[in-house]
């Protein structure tokens, strides 16, 4: 297997550069990957700037999107996804901060959801899962984190997800300010290939 930082082999009469002097299209492949990979690795942090309310606390599933970002090198998460630029090991992060929280809500489930290219439909990958049955603290609050190493094909998205159920539909995903974030997704590539 070819070391991916190195050049691509030409092929016998390939040209490196096409019209104008520009590299041709698999010079230029090689040349983004190299930048991804190396001068500037993907890397984020985006967090949830307003609560959402009243989402989920009987059974439904609720989708978080993070509008605001701290960082984002490389400009690959937009609309509450990441977007993996370039096949590779990535480590993902999540905080999801509920409130609203009873005591008769009886199950929590939160997830890492990746997804195909489109993002329309799931692959049969979602990290995270039941967990379980958490007493909320004195002020109806209950945080869950999530931590995983995860496989992503160039293409792929990233998102959070939480249920909540045994009661009624009063919980709140919470959001925050840039000095006090609360839900969050983060993440960065670890290694290519």
Request: glycine residues 14%; aromatic residues 6%; charged residues 15%.
């Amino acid at each position: 297997m070819a070391d991916p930082l190195l050049p691509p082999l030409p092929v016998a009469g390939e040209a490196i550069a096409g019209a104008g002097g520009l590299p041709t299209a698999r010079w230029r492949a090689w040349l983004q990957r190299l930048d991804v990979r190396v001068r500037r690795p993907p890397a984020f942090c985006a967090y949830l700037s307003a609560t959402a309310t009243d989402v989920t606390g009987d059974g439904t599933l609720h989708a978080i999107v993070p509008d605001a970002v701290l960082f984002d090198t490389g400009a690959h998460f937009a609309g509450g996804l990441f977007v993996a630029p370039v096949d590779g090991v990535y480590q993902l992060n999540g905080t999801i901060a509920l409130s609203g929280v009873a005591t008769a809500h009886n199950r929590f489930g939160h997830a890492l959801q990746v997804l195909a290219g489109s993002g329309a439909s799931i692959e049969a990958r979602a990290y995270g899962g039941d967990a379980g049955d958490l007493a909320p603290d004195v002020s109806a609050r209950v945080t869950l984190r999530l931590a995983h190493t995860v496989r992503m094909l160039a293409g792929n998205t990233a998102r959070l997800t939480v249920q909540v159920e045994g009661s009624t539909k009063v919980v709140d995903v919470m959001g925050g300010g840039a000095s006090n974030v609360l839900t969050t997704l983060s993440g960065f590539l670890v290694g290519t290939g």
